[in-house]
């Protein structure tokens, strides 16, 4: 059996409508499964950090510890800065790091933390083995995943089941699971742990706002994002199809009744002591 590509290509890329999705992003409604065990001395690593709207509220859930935040898209970062700057927090630092082969000492950490970032590499096992190194013993390991399989929506919008099986193909062939949410406690065993608790919560958009920001991020995302490029490039998909995708996304937004949800799967690990 050949041997799990360490790298995979990141789906979604970095633009604006992208971006416009994660900084959204909270610990509140991102990492509400972790917030529990956190205490305030605690040190944690938030890898795929993206915006660093996570990094941020995890590091004023620590005021006595630090937070560091990685990414391996360097040009992330800056923004990351700016958000903690922006909030005036002094414990939280930021570096690029790949999540296979991290740049830290064994037992460094009391608790590591990845959000929506297995789906998109190239061998979660080695990722979770690697983020198990670097937490200290009795530490948390904690993962959260969407699985795109089981996203479900209404009313039934024609062109919205081509984006998809489109998207699942394209996440595929970049390397990575969409469907990652169901198999993080899978590759949590295979990693090595045994402490594992697994649960899923969800992300559920129908308001008139909530539908116009869904719907609109994922019209341009089909069109102008590195999925579109990755999409047509790979001959997964014509620019007449993407955008016709887009438009079912829009016709989606204005429905009154419309309503979307997204499950997510979840683990959190305690690294034997």
Avoid at 222 to 239: L, M, Q, R, W
Wanted: charged share 20%.
């Amino acid at each position: 059996m050949p041997k799990p590509q360490e790298t995979a290509v990141y789906t979604h890329g970095h633009h604006e409508s992208v971006l416009r999705s994660h900084t959204r992003r909270t610990a509140a409604n991102s990492a509400a499964y972790l917030l529990g065990s956190l205490k305030p001395h605690m040190k944690i690593l938030d890898i795929g950090c993206g915006p660093g709207t996570i990094t941020a509220d995890l590091a004023a859930l620590v005021p006595d510890g630090s937070v560091t935040g990685v990414d391996r898209e360097p040009g992330i970062l800056d923004q990351a800065r700016a958000t903690a700057a922006g909030r005036g927090l002094t414990n939280v630092d930021f570096a690029v790091a790949d999540v296979h082969a991290l740049d830290y000492p064994d037992d460094t950490f009391c608790v590591v933390h990845a959000h929506q970032v297995l789906q998109h590499v190239g061998d979660p096992v080695q990722a979770l083995r690697e983020m198990v190194r670097v937490t200290k013993p009795g530490g948390f390991i904690a993962a959260r995943d969407g699985d795109y399989a089981v996203m479900t929506w209404y009313p039934e919008v024609s062109g919205l089941d081509d984006w998809l099986e489109l998207y699942r193909r394209v996440a595929r062939a970049n390397g990575g699971e969409p469907d990652a949410g169901r198999r993080l406690k899978a590759w949590a065993q295979r990693a090595g742990l045994s402490d594992i608790t697994a649960t899923s919560s969800t992300w559920t958009f129908h308001t008139p706002d909530e539908r116009a920001w869904w719907s609109g991020l994922w019209a341009d995302r089909t069109v102008a994002s590195s999925y579109a490029a990755v999409a047509t490039e790979g001959g997964h998909a014509t620019a007449g199809q993407l955008r016709a995708i887009a438009e079912a996304w829009r016709e989606w937004g204005k429905q009154d009744d419309g309503w979307f949800a997204v499950l997510h799967g979840e683990i959190l690990c305690r690294k034997p002591v």
